[in-house]
């Protein structure tokens, strides 16, 4: 299953700005309720011409036979979301394209953030509604300002987590530097860093200058994205503007190679990371990124002691009156000498030294003695 979560729509040929414009002039609830009634209306209109629609679908029918079946359309907002203005124009989209048995559709939100957008861009809980619909949000960082905010704030558990940060490749040099404690920051927190191949393969007319200078800033950059995430963490995707732009999965991922990646994460890059990012995107709708709802689980109460039974008593000693099967065999061994008589080495060595002490006084008794008989 190879994921491709990059894939731009034409804008509209028709929006439905008009009709609210109109609305605005009358006054009273009347018009009010004329107003939403023409934004309703508009909203489940088709805003695509069928030019438009049959671009798109030559495009996913290209897809599909390079062997892609996760594709994800992609609404790029160069400004703030103002619920007033905003239009989700991938619904209508989705509606009028052809099903496809086993290729599955999802819908993608991108935002650049540029110095206009530093203080605010529209991701607030008020504008959490007009975002749900979307399967996948993304980040385009041009500043340092920008790239650190979304690295820190914006993925986050949160209805409004963006897991997909995208970065401008294809300028002449990086706008800011990638620092290692951002990213590993946004890796924590379950974002990736999206590398599009088209910078590399963008068609033009022959080799010219320009041509030649982005791919070779394409390289640079994405060197650095390899170098700095170490290779985890990333998603490939095309962003390719044209038809001529498209590569199958495996050609990308040899691709990816020259970039100093592992054959088995240049692999991951298309599939498993790709894959674990729209699962980890379904959490915007569940409380702090659960994935279930959580269920109390009571353990069984543990069974009671058994109770000690007291000992069963010693067999007594035969008595006489009460005769016993047991026949008493006299002892024929040798006797043994009796408790009394044996003695431990402390007492045979106290009484050696009671000993010693007694011969000792009766000799000095009887030179005594003898001194008294030599007096007299």
């Known amino acids: 299953m190879y994921f491709d979560l990059n894939v731009p729509v034409p804008s509209p040929a028709s929006s439905s700005g008009s009709g609210q414009s109109q609305s605005k002039k009358g006054k009273g609830k009347q018009h009010q309720q004329q107003q939403q009634q023409q934004s309703s ?14 671009a798109v679908e030559a495009r996913v029918d290209l897809l599909v036979h390079l062997g892609y079946t996760v594709i994800a359309f992609s609404q790029t907002l160069l400004k703030k979301i103002e619920p007033k203005t905003f239009v989700n124009t991938l619904d209508p989209l989705l509606e009028q394209l052809r099903k496809r048995p086993g290729i599955v559709y999802l819908r993608r939100l991108t935002l650049i953030l540029d110095e206009d957008s530093e203080k605010g861009f ?24 920008t790239f650190s905010l979304a ?47 088209s910078g590399a393969v963008r068609a033009g007319e022959g080799e010219s200058s320009g041509n030649a200078a982005t791919k070779r800033n394409w390289w640079a ?37 020259f970039l100093g990646l592992a054959q088995n994460l240049a692999h991951d890059t298309a599939t ?50 009460q005769p016993s099967d047991v026949q008493m065999v006299p002892n024929t061994a040798a006797p043994q000498p009796s408790s009394s008589m044996s003695l431990n080495d402390s007492t045979l060595k106290k009484r050696t030294r009671d000993e010693g002490e007694s011969e000792k006084t009766e000799g000095i008794r009887q030179k005594k003695k003898g001194k008294k008989a030599g007096n007299a």
Not at 122 to 145: C, I, K, Q, R, W
Not at 234 to 256: M, T
């Open 151 to 197: 690295c820190l704030t914006h993925t986050l558990p949160s209805p409004l987590t963006t897991h997909i940060i995208s970065l401008p490749l294809t300028l002449p040099r990086l706008p800011f530097r990638l620092k290692h404690t951002l990213v590993r920051t946004a890796l924590r927190n379950g974002a990736v860093f999206e590398i599009t191949y």
């Open 41 to 54: 209306s508009s909203s489940t209109s088709p805003l695509y011409s069928p030019a438009q629609i049959n």
């Open 221 to 257: 950059a994405a060197q650095e994205v390899v170098r700095v995430t170490k290779g985890k963490g990333i998603v490939l995707s095309g962003g390719a503007a044209e038809v001529a732009e498209l590569r199958a999965p495996k050609d990308v991922g040899n691709l990816i190679t």
């Open 272 to 321: 498993t990371t790709p894959k674990s990012v729209v699962l980890r995107a379904q959490t915007r709708k569940t409380y702090r990124a659960v994935f279930s709802e959580p269920r109390v689980v009571i353990p069984d109460a543990p069974p009671p002691h058994p109770v000690a039974k007291d000992p069963a008593p010693l067999p007594s000693e035969p008595t006489a009156q």
């Open 122 to 145: 529209g991701l607030t809980n008020a504008n959490a509604s007009l975002v749900a619909s979307y399967d996948l949000l993304a980040l385009t960082a041009t500043t340092e300002a």
